[in-house]
């Protein structure tokens, strides 16, 4: 094993949603050295401009390549749909995996019908870079989008469960399906596996739900092995940093995580450019 494998892949997110992702990398990558920044200062990244979030996400990645990471995982599907080529360009040579492009390729395998319906934030939405990388697989597929905010403060509350987020999935999945009844519900935003419940309560059983975590941590162990970078020694304790209140990462993000954090692996950072 070369020494470059013995480094960390870098994961980031806008908050507490890129869990979902980091779990799935955990899970299939057990002896890979993991290290998760969640920008909670300053989510969510959904609701901002592309310039604002292309220049949030240039900072979280220059925070991490500190840490001399070997690779970098977008996980928010804002950052990726917003700022995936900025950065590319600027950590170059080392490799860069988004979600929205996983997200996509699972969506047209599940869907039967090539009807999928996309559940994302405004950004996202805005962007459309769901429904471009979707067309890239599947021309003739039909896509419909909604826009759904409050998804995101839900999930950071760890309100994932009972009459609210009930309530708001009902509203915004009916909303969706006036354009048309999609087959297939993509979950465009790595807070959002979280109130799966609430949200296949609302959609019904005939519909499939998908989100990008096991496709991308899929992505990230074949780039890594394309590159000769897999680690393989002892399994290494996780890593997480935060730019700000550090015990409640450690309490909601056990529940994205599905296992207890210690406080210990969670440290406080400052983003700022004097930093």
């Not at 708001?168 to 909303?175: G, K, L, W």
Request: aromatic share 6%.
């Amino acid at each position: 094993m070369s020494n470059a494998a013995e480094a960390p892949i870098g994961i980031f997110d806008s908050g507490i949603g890129g869990m979902t992702v980091f779990g799935a990398i955990q899970a299939l990558l057990p002896h890979e050295r993991l290290i998760y920044l969640g920008d909670t200062a300053r989510l969510p990244y959904g609701t901002k401009s592309a310039e604002t979030v292309t220049r949030y996400a240039t900072q979280t990645t220059r925070a991490l390549m500190r840490y001399d990471v070997k690779m970098v995982v977008i996980a928010c599907n804002t950052a990726t749909a917003l700022a995936l080529p900025v950065l590319k360009a600027a950590l170059d040579p080392v490799p860069v995996i988004g979600v929205v492009e996983p997200g996509a390729r699972a969506a047209v395998e599940a869907s039967p019908d090539q009807r999928i319906g996309v559940l994302a934030t405004e950004a996202t939405v805005r962007g459309g870079a769901y429904a471009r990388a979707i067309h890239a697989l599947r021309p003739q597929a039909q896509v419909s989008q909604i826009a759904c905010p409050l998804f995101v403060a839900l999930a950071e509350e760890g309100w994932t469960q009972g009459p609210v987020p009930e309530l708001a999935a009902e509203r915004y999945v009916s909303t969706l399906f006036q354009a048309g009844r999609p087959d297939t519900l993509v979950l465009g935003c790595t807070h959002f596996p979280l109130l799966a419940p609430a949200i296949a309560k609302a959609a019904g059983p005939d519909i499939r739900l998908v989100d990008s975590a096991q496709t991308t941590a899929l992505e990230v162990k074949l780039a890594l092995g394309r590159l000769g970078l897999l680690r393989d020694g002892a399994p290494a304790s996780p890593q997480f940093l935060v730019t700000d209140a550090p015990e409640r990462f450690v309490r909601v993000g056990g529940q994205f995580l599905g296992q207890s954090i210690a406080s210990s692996s969670v440290e406080l950072i400052d983003l700022s450019p004097a930093a």
